[in-house]
Every structure is written in structure tokens, then in C-alpha cells.
């Protein structure tokens, strides 16, 4: 194993700190290393495996689209996207989609839609259109999305940052409200924070920030590219406050575990902004990427996953905090998406996470102290209590 992490270093570059196991198969929640050894997957590449790795029916979609057409290119119609799309704004509640492929690409579509809008339809004058963002926030790693980062480490060396972006803090009604002005074309934020730590808005912050946009007439968009479809037990995290956004950003699971797909969703009036030659992608919305979104959106309905992930990710919470584990100073999150806040006087995150997979358990830190838990939506009890005990005797080897 050392051997082929070592082969890879000379090649990739280091942008990434990986643990180090070197992974060959992957199967539903498990995965194996090369050396045979079997891991309870409870990261699930940041939701974009909330399916499962491998699942059959998506497997078998991308296999028969890819040997019929998988490429055209948005130069001509594919039979593919319509349907799609419909899905897509059928479970979203929105009116129309553009499709991407990467996440950052369809923040970047929202970008450009908000300012799109705020010009043409807002009158903002031309050049001044400001988006609010919150700290902590993260959307993506191009030069325009850090920009809009809190983040040091994100931003450093790559100047010069784009402009028009205004940073308040995460869960704070009076402070969005307090920095929109005319200029103001959209809020964009995440409705939980993921790589922030899994962090949970007050109540009530979703319909406040619903309230403040409506009254200035400013765009509330909300990036669920790790939130969205089924994580937080809900198929988007802005149902909870049942509240609707005027832009949806998705992404992750939507590619089923086996490609890249997103979109950007909108009202129509914000998506008509568009129109030929001000945006697109060569990959955006082609048949694979359609074939294998629209049959991930099926199986996220038919298999119930958002209410798996409600019924699941509060087992999981209730487990993880009747072993009351010294560790663990904090649980937060929603659905089968938690935070265990590890107490640093115990061990930083990175270390526990190492431990836990030595376990056969994988999940990985964010920050120093903050230990993420999203395994597929499709886990099983069995395995939840199993990863509840491997959590507990890997916390008590630290306290011991
Ligand atoms: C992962 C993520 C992104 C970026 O998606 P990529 O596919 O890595 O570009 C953007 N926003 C949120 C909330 C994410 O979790």
C-alpha cells in the first residue's frame, strides 16, 4: 500500500492530505482497500456517493446510455434532457435548470444569473451588483468562489480576488439584513454548512432570510450541492423551514455516485437572464450525465431516501450520544449528516479519523476539531450500531 501512495506522490500534485489507504472496489456502503480489507464508507465522497457505491440500477442506466449515446454537446438536442430537467425541477419545486457538471460551475452559473438579474431586471447600476455571503461559507475552489471565501488558506497567492462579494455571520438575520442595499442582487449560502463543520442556522434563519429578500427584492439562492437530495432527511434542506429560494444550486449525488452532474435551478424571470451565448458548458446536461441524473432522482424516490436519512441519521445521533463518549464534546447536524465536535484535549480530528479507519471504519476531519459523518443514505441499522461502537472504542483509546 505505502509503495503505490508513494508512486502517486510523484505524480499528483498535493493538494490534498488523503489517509492512507489505497481503495480498489466499492460496493453500497463498503469499500475495500488493496489488500482485500473492507471499510464501512460513513464519508461517502462528501454525499456524492449517497446512493451507495455501485448502485445496480444506476450502474445499469450509465452502462446502456454509454453504449448508445453518451456526447453531443449542447450543439444539438439529445432526447436525454428535457426529461430530466423535468425531474429535476419537479422534486426542486423550481421552473427551469442549467445544466453543469461540477459544483463550482453551477455556483458559478448562479453567479452569473444573480448579477445577470440584478442588472437587467433590479436596475443595478452597471458594475456594482453585490452578492452577500455568509463566514464559513464554502462553494467550490475557482478564482471568482474563493473570493467570496472566509477562508485564508483558500485565497492565499491567488490574488486578485474578484470583487462584489459582502460577508456576514452564518445564522444572523439582523446582520443580512443590515448589509442590503440597493446594490444587493442576491443572498447565496448554504442552508447547513458543510465543510464549516456541519453547522446548523438558528430556526427560524431560512424564513427570516426568505422575509429580508423578499422585502428588498434580492435573490435568495441556496447552494444544497451537499445538502440537497435526501441528506439532511428531507429531499432539500430549505424544506425544513418550508420555505422556497428564488435559486437552487445542486450537484454531488445528483450523478448518482458516477459522474459529475449539477445544475442550477431558478423562477423562471431569473433564468431567462440566459440566452445564446452567455453561458455554457461543452459537458453540461449530456445524455450520460441526464441518463444517470433522472434515474438517480427515481431512485431517491422510490427507495425513500430522504426519510431513510431522517429515520437513520436520528438512530445515529441517539447512539452516538447514549455511549456518551469523553471525546465528544458536541453532536450536531440533521439527517444522516453530523458533526462530532472532538474535544482537542483529546485528539485533533485528523487523528481520530486515522483511528478510525485502522477500524475499518472511514470518515474524514473538517478543520481541526470537527469529525464529519455522512455515510450513504442507504445504511442499514446493523451498521449503524456497529459504526456507533467503532466510534466508541476509538474515542476511549484516546482517553484511556
Ligand atoms: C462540494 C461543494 C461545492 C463544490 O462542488 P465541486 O463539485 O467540488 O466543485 C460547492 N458547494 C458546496 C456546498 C459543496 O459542498
New binding site residues.
Given amino acids: 500500500m505505502k509503495a503505490k501512495i508513494d508512486f502517486e506522490a510523484q505524480y499528483v500534485a498535493q493538494n490534498y492530505r488523503p489517509l492512507p489507504i489505497v481503495l480498489e472496489r466499492g460496493q453500497d456502503v463498503f469499500v475495500w482497500d488493496t489488500a482485500g480489507k473492507r471499510y464501512l464508507d460513513m464519508m461517502s465522497a462528501?454525499?456524492?456517493v449517497s446512493f451507495g457505491h455501485s448502485h445496480p440500477r444506476l450502474v445499469k442506466v450509465l452502462c446502456d446510455q454509454a453504449g448508445k449515446l453518451a456526447i453531443v454537446s449542447r450543439a444539438f438536442h439529445a432526447d436525454t434532457l428535457g426529461p430530466f430537467l423535468a425531474r429535476l425541477c419537479q422534486v426542486s419545486g423550481m421552473d427551469k435548470a442549467l445544466p453543469m457538471n461540477?459544483?463550482?460551475?453551477?455556483?458559478e452559473t448562479a453567479i452569473k444569473a444573480a448579477r445577470r438579474w440584478g442588472y437587467g431586471v433590479k436596475g443595478i447600476p452597471r458594475g456594482q451588483a453585490e452578492i452577500v455571503v455568509a463566514a464559513g461559507n464554502?462553494?467550490?475552489?475557482t478564482t471568482t468562489?474563493i473570493s467570496m471565501s472566509s477562508n485564508q488558506a483558500y485565497q492565499d497567492g491567488f490574488w486578485p480576488l474578484t470583487p462584489g462579494f459582502t460577508v456576514v455571520p452564518f445564522g444572523d438575520a439582523a446582520a443580512l439584513e443590515a448589509v442590503i442595499g440597493p446594490n444587493t442582487c442576491a443572498v447565496l449560502m448554504?442552508p447547513i454548512?458543510?465543510?464549516a463543520g456541519i453547522i446548523v442556522p438558528p430556526e427560524g434563519y431560512l424564513k427570516a432570510m426568505r422575509a429580508i429578500c423578499d422585502r428588498t427584492n434580492t435573490l435568495m439562492i441556496l447552494?444544497?450541492?451537499?445538502?440537497g437530495l435526501g441528506r439532511t432527511g428531507k429531499m432539500f434542506a430549505f424544506e425544513h423551514e418550508d420555505v422556497k429560494p428564488d435559486g437552487l444550486?445542486v450537484?454531488?449525488a445528483l450523478g448518482g455516485g458516477l459522474i459529475?452532474v449539477?445544475a442550477f435551478l431558478s423562477r423562471m424571470d431569473v433564468m431567462d437572464v440566459f440566452v445564446p451565448g452567455s453561458h455554457g458548458s461543452t459537458f453540461g446536461g449530456n445524455p450520460l450525465a441526464a441518463a444517470v441524473g433522472l434515474e438517480a432522482l427515481s431512485v431517491l424516490v422510490e427507495e425513500s431516501l430522504p426519510e431513510r436519512s431522517a429515520r437513520q441519521g436520528a438512530y445515529l445521533a441517539r447512539g452516538l450520544a447514549a455511549i456518551n463518549a469523553p471525546g465528544i464534546s458536541q453532536i450536531r447536524g440533521k439527517g444522516l449528516w453530523l458533526g462530532l465536535e472532538i474535544d482537542p484535549a483529546v485528539a485533533p480530528a485528523h487523528s481520530v479519523a486515522v483511528s478510525l479507519m485502522e477500524h475499518g471504519l472511514l470518515a474524514k476531519e473538517t478543520h481541526d476539531t470537527v469529525l464529519r459523518i455522512a455515510p450513504p443514505l442507504t445504511i442499514e441499522a446493523a451498521e449503524l450500531d456497529w459504526a456507533v461502537a467503532t466510534i466508541s472504542e476509538v474515542l476511549s483509546t484516546f482517553t484511556r
Fill in positions: 462528501y454525499s456524492a461540477t459544483g463550482a460551475e453551477a455556483v464554502f462553494h467550490g475552489r468562489i448554504e454548512q458543510g465543510e447552494d444544497e450541492i451537499q445538502s444550486i450537484g454531488k459529475p449539477s
